[in-house]
């Protein structure tokens, strides 16, 4: 007999002559090795990766799908069934235990990739890359549903996509187009910008030619209004001048037809005597009348007479003076006639004969400058010169 005690994760199960005798987690049993079987199966979670490589896309294109699955050990008699957890009393029982959960990771894991395959194949390389989570979900809940699973008696704890990457080439080629669509959407966002800068700076401008507009409409209206104010203001001191004019007037018109008919008779007799008087007035205007005009008349033929008188006296100063004018232009005709017949030389030789020599002497060299083109030839002899410098010297 011998005592195994085992850890509180190992499930436990003795069988003995076919039956289960014993189960449970972390027991302790004595047991004989010829007639007791032990299976010992881990009640822990374990992770496995899966990568697969040759997926393909609706669109033919082959993407690697990563990811990691967690699962434990949920039915043990269905696990005992599908994989050996035979004890073994060597040290080799935990090599034992990582070979068939190592086995059972690639079972899930190959129905994993038929749900991957056929999940990817659906959709084209640029969908697919984008839809991790949704592809975990959907595996998850796969499994949850498989047969398969259900008989490995394991169940599916968590499923994580750590990565849907596609082949280099394609990779660049959705970089690539990626980045022109970015630089595309930077391009429209900036066309965008500047249409939206410029149709609210037409706005604003739309704005301030609505609001002079507004504003002139608002002024031109004042305007109106307070002239048409004006207007009213003005019939009404033209109606209130016309009937107060018309009150006048009617007033004055009793006041008229008063005095009328007080005073007909007075204007009658004041009328009659008015005549009188001016009858009267005009003959006495009448006389006198005629005497200024018997008098105007005897001045004008006195300033007619007059006038005559001048005009004779007149014409008698006039002729004398024609007289005295024709004897003085005679008396100068003779004067110029005796001027003209008198002889030049010899008024020039009677003015020259009281000039003072050394005047007579430099009018001669004046004429002698003056006719230097007729000259053939001038001699001046010592003696003349010094006539002329003594002269000079004695007058200074």
Do not use: H, W
């Amino acid at each position: 007999m011998k005592l195994k005690k085992f850890k509180p994760t190992d499930y436990v199960k003795v069988i003995k002559n076919g039956k289960v005798i014993k189960e449970g987690l972390g027991l302790s049993v004595f047991y004989n090795n010829l007639t007791t079987n032990i299976m010992v199966a881990p009640s822990t979670a374990f992770d496995g990766a899966f990568a697969f490589d040759d997926v393909v896309t609706s669109d033919y294109q082959s993407v690697c799908v990563q990811g990691v699955t967690t699962y434990m050990i949920a039915d043990y008699d269905k696990a005992a069934k599908m994989f050996d957890f035979t004890y073994q009393s060597n040290n080799q029982m935990e090599q034992k235990i990582a070979e068939q959960m190592a086995l059972l990771e690639k079972r899930i894991n190959n129905i994993i990739k038929a749900i991957v395959i056929r999940e990817v194949s659906k959709k084209d390389v640029r969908t697919i890359i984008r839809l991790a989570d949704e592809m975990a979900r959907t595996i998850e809940e796969d499994l949850t549903k498989d047969e398969s699973i259900e008989k490995l008696g394991v169940n599916i704890a968590a499923i994580n996509i750590l990565g849907i990457n596609p082949k280099t080439e394609t990779r660049k080629a959705l970089e690539a187009a990626a980045r022109e669509q970015i630089l595309k959407e930077q391009d429209d966002a900036i066309y965008k910008r500047r249409n939206a800068a410029i149709e609210q700076e037409r706005t604003i401008k739309e704005n301030e030619i609505n609001t002079e507009i507004k504003v002139a409409e608002k002024e031109k209206e004042k305007e109106e209004k307070e002239q048409e104010m004006k207007l009213y203001v003005q019939r009404c001191d033209l109606d209130m001048m016309k009937e107060r004019e018309e009150r006048e007037q009617e007033m004055r018109m009793r006041a008229l037809r008063s005095e009328l008919e007080m005073s007909t008779e007075k204007q009658e007799k004041e009328f009659a005597l008015k005549e009188m008087a001016a009858a009267k007035k005009l003959q006495i205007e009448s006389k006198e009348m005629l005497g200024r005009i018997e008098l105007e008349n005897n001045e004008m033929l006195g300033k007619i007479e007059l006038e005559k008188k001048n005009g004779e006296y007149t014409a008698l100063q006039t002729e004398n003076e024609r007289i005295k004018a024709d004897q003085q232009a005679y008396a100068l005709k003779a004067l110029v006639d005796a001027y003209n017949n008198l002889n030049v030389a010899l008024v020039e030789a009677c003015a020259m004969a009281q000039t003072d020599p050394s005047t007579l002497m430099a009018k001669a060299f004046m004429n002698i400058g003056e006719n230097a083109d007729k000259i053939g030839a001038l001699n001046l002899t010592p003696d003349l010169l010094q006539t002329i410098t003594n002269g000079f010297a004695q007058k200074e």
